[in-house]
T-cell receptor
């Protein structure tokens, strides 16, 4: 399978814990995006990488959120001190230039 | 700022009927892309179509067709002869054009239910 993969698919955590998600993009795509989707809403942009450089972050990305893409390959999104409001689907997309191809997402539930 | 509005929330149709989804957008960019994505119950967003702002030619791709009208900032999408497998949430999205961060701005989505 050469699509975008994300791990884990589901994560349940207690408030205050740290969580980390991983995204493996399509190998030849140099652009990578993270989005967050809450119930009944469309995805919202969080951050954007071109190769290993994080070039833009949304105001939605508070100081508790950090994303990395070492060596321009896979990416990780970490949330520190999780809050119930962080419960959402976290989507990763990779892109050669224009179209974005999405992974299956990581559904986070914060209890 | 970019904004996408999808007014209808849930649309139910009987199998084999056509269904049209409305999308209205706002942007200050002179060139941009418009997209439709499908999100089935499994949750993965599936790319359907893309249109450049400078190409208003409407096309048909299989059972999908779209009507792009720049004058009214609308990008409507039609599924012809709907099937049960078309049941999903459909998102209209907008992005800048021309390299750099082509971040997508999504509408709230249309839940399409195809009744057998």
């Amino acid at each position: 399978d050469t699509g975008v993969s994300q791990d884990p698919r589901h994560k349940i955590t207690k408030r205050g814990q740290n969580v980390t998600f991983r995204c493996d993009p399509i190998s030849e795509h140099n652009r990578l995006y993270w989005y967050r989707q809450t119930l009944g809403q469309g995805p919202e942009f969080l951050t954007y990488f071109q190769n290993e450089a994080q070039l833009e972050k949304s105001r939605l990305l508070s100081d508790r959120f950090s994303a990395e893409r070492p060596k321009g390959s896979f990416s990780t999104l970490e949330i520190q001190r999780t809050e119930q409001g962080d419960s959402a689907m976290y989507l990763c997309a990779s892109s050669p230039i224009d179209e974005q191809f999405f992974g299956p997402g990581t559904r986070l539930t914060v209890l | 700022a970019q904004k996408v509005t999808q007014a209808q929330t849930e649309i139910s149709v009987v199998e084999k009927e056509d269904v049209t989804l409305d999308c209205v957008y706002e942007t200050r960019d002179t060139t941009y892309y418009l997209f439709w994505y499908k999100q089935p119950p499994s949750g993965e967003l599936v790319f359907l179509i893309r249109r450049n702002s400078f190409d208003e030619q409407n096309e048909i791709s299989g059972r999908y067709s779209w009507n792009f009208q720049k004058s009214t900032s609308s990008f409507n999408f039609t599924i012809t002869a709907s099937q049960v497998v078309d049941s999903a949430v459909y998102f209209c999205a907008l992005s800048p054009w021309g390299g750099g961060n082509n971040r997508l701005a999504f509408g709230k989505g249309n839940q399409v239910v195809v009744i057998p």
